[in-house]
């Protein structure tokens, strides 16, 4: 037997596509394989694999990461009109994230990876904001219509034996434009457990936040649906965590958000997410350094970088020419994902690897070496540009010093 770190159970590995296949195949060869005797069940979504199975692959994928339990994902292309003549596509097949989001009904958590001497935009967050946006329904899965002048717009609701109710939205006198949205209790009560397992997971407070206090229907039920699930199921593990439920108004959310420390998870409404992770994800600096996972309310987990494919960076590589491409987001869903893997396991060996692969990530651009994206970011004298491989050189000559 060799002395490389063990494995009991696989990792599901979901290869991608473009620069960030690139770099998926060196972390492996500089930072994984190495030291650890990676035991992985291995799905290749890379677009040609995709289009090749007709997307069975990625159904395959996901079955795989809900009977084993965590995966790591590489970033893959979404296909627009544009690939389809570049890949030869029999079809724009959909998005592997979105089918995979779909078949573990999974939250998604946003959170920057915290570097000293990249400073964030609002300079008191020390602490990483992570941001966990329900992904159904709302605005996402409207109905929407304008109206003519002298027109009376309802609500309808029609029941199983065929009874209606109706609220009136509005007695149009002149044009406008009318907007129906909906959600159901049970997506709320999934997204509020992932939340919930997720800050236990990860010993973070959780703060929730709507618009109650305007939409009392509707925005009130997110409200108290979070707060019959945290008091069912989570008060005293929360408690006995020493961590906190806080729910407030949107307004009162945002103003406090951005006097924080950081150091929380903030949990968002669909559209509420969709802006706000934009938001804190460039304040924090480069997408380079945002990383991801995907949470399902009975604790499946999947970890990936929250960027893409870096699409531009990939022709330059096919043309021959060195990119200085960012590998922290990538390497951050390895190192989470093996230490959830070492978690479940009871190994605390591949926990301890974990934390010195990410500690030595840290190290090498806080000694001043990084990838370009965080030139203009970082605020050390002594800054040296380098390479995609010479970066994860950097990396591993740190690492070898840790172990
Ligand atoms: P992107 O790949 O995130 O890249 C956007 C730009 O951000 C890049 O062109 C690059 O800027 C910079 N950037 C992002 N990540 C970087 C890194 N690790 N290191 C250095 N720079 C980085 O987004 P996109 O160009 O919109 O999308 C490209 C493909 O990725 C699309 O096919 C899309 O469908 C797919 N995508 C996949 C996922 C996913 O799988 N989760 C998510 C988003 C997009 P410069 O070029 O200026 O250096
Ligand atoms: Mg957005």
Redesign the pocket.
Known sequence: MSDKIQMKTPLVEMD?????RI?WQMIKDILLLPYIDLKTEYYDLGLVKRNETNDQITIDAANANKKYGVAV????????AA?MPEYNLKEMWK???GTIRAMLDGTVFRAPIIVKGITPFIPTWTKPITIARHAYGDIYKNSEMRVEADCKAELLVTDKDGNESRQLIHDFKTPGIIQGVHNVDESIASFARSCMNFALDTKQDLWFATKDTISKTYDHRFKDIFAEVYETEYKEKFEAAGIEYFYTLIDDAVARVIRSEGGYIWACKNYDGDVMSDMVATAFG???LMS?VLVSPDGVYEY??????????YYKHLKGEKT???????IFAWTGALRKRGELDNLPELCAFADKLEKASIQTIEEGVM???LIPLCSLENKQKVDTETFLREIDSRLKKLL
């Open positions: 991608g596509d473009e620069m960030t770099m994902k590489c970033a893959t292309i979404t296909p627009n690939r998005s592997p994230n480069s997408l380079g991801s990936e970088a929250a960027h893409g494919t870096v699409q531009r960076h200085s491409s960012n590998s922290m987001a990538t990838t370009g994206d």
